[in-house]
C-alpha cells in the first residue's frame, strides 16, 4: 500500500505556488509524500472537490466525489468521510487550523500504511485528485495516485 505518483499544479499564481511536490521511497514498503507550498493571498473562502478514481483502462471514477465547503469543514469538521481523510493527513502537515489560511503550506514524510484502510478495498491502482475552488474558479489540483495490493495471506 504506497504511494506510485504525485502531480500538483496551481492555476492561479496569484494565490498559489507549489515549490516542491515530490515523492520520496524511503524503503521498499514506504513512499514519503512531500508537499510545500505558499498561500499567497489570504484565504477564507475554499470549496474541496475530493474524488476517488480507480484504475480500469484509465482512471474511471469509483466511490467517492464529493464537494464541500474547506473553510467550514475546518470550523465544524461537517463531512464525515473529509473528516477521517484529514485525521489521516493532519499530524503530517500544517493544515490543523480554521480560516483563513495564508503562509506556508506543507505535507511532510506523509505515507500510507495499511491501518489508513478506511474500507476493504480491491487490489489495484487508485487516484484521489484534490481540486481547490474559490470562487468556482480552480485554483489547484493535486492528484495522489497510489497501488494498494491485497495481502492474501493475511485472510
Ligand atoms: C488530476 O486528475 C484529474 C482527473 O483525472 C484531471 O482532470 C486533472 O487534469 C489532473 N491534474 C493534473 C495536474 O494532472
Ligand atoms: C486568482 O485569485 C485571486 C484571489 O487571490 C482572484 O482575485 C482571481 O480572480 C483569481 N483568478 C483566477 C483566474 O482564478
Ligand atoms: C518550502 O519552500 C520554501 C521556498 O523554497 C523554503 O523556503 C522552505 O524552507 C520550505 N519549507 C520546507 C518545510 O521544506
Ligand atoms: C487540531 O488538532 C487538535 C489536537 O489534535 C484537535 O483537538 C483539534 O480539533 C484540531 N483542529 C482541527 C480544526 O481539526
Known amino acids: 500500500f504506497r504511494f506510485s505518483n504525485l502531480v500538483c499544479e496551481s492555476y492561479n499564481a496569484t494565490t498559489f505556488v507549489f515549490h516542491q511536490c515530490r515523492l520520496k521511497a524511503v524503503s521498499r514498503d514506504r513512499v514519503d509524500m512531500n508537499v510545500n507550498g505558499t498561500i499567497l493571498s489570504s484565504i477564507n ?10 484504475r480500469e483502462n484509465g482512471f474511471k ?12 469543514f475546518m470550523r465544524k469538521n461537517y463531512v464525515g468521510i473529509a473528516k477521517l ?3 489521516i493527513l493532519k499530524d503530517f502537515s500544517n493544515l490543523n487550523h480554521t480560516c483563513p489560511y495564508v503562509g506556508p503550506l506543507i505535507v511532510q514524510g506523509f505515507y500510507l500504511r495499511p491501518e489508513l484502510l478506511l474500507l476493504p478495498i480491491p487490489t489495484g491502482e487508485y487516484m484521489i485528485a484534490v481540486r481547490w475552488f474559490y470562487n ?6 493535486i492528484n495522489m495516485t497510489f497501488v494498494y495490493v491485497e495481502d492474501i495471506k493475511a485472510r
Not at 61 to 72: A, H, T
Open 136 to 141: 468556482d474558479m480552480l485554483q489547484c489540483d
Open 85 to 87: 481523510m484529514f485525521n
Open 61 to 72: 471514477p469509483w466511490l467517492f466525489n464529493f464537494k464541500f465547503d474547506g473553510c467550514r
Open 45 to 54: 473562502d475554499v470549496t474541496l472537490h475530493i474524488r476517488v478514481f480507480k
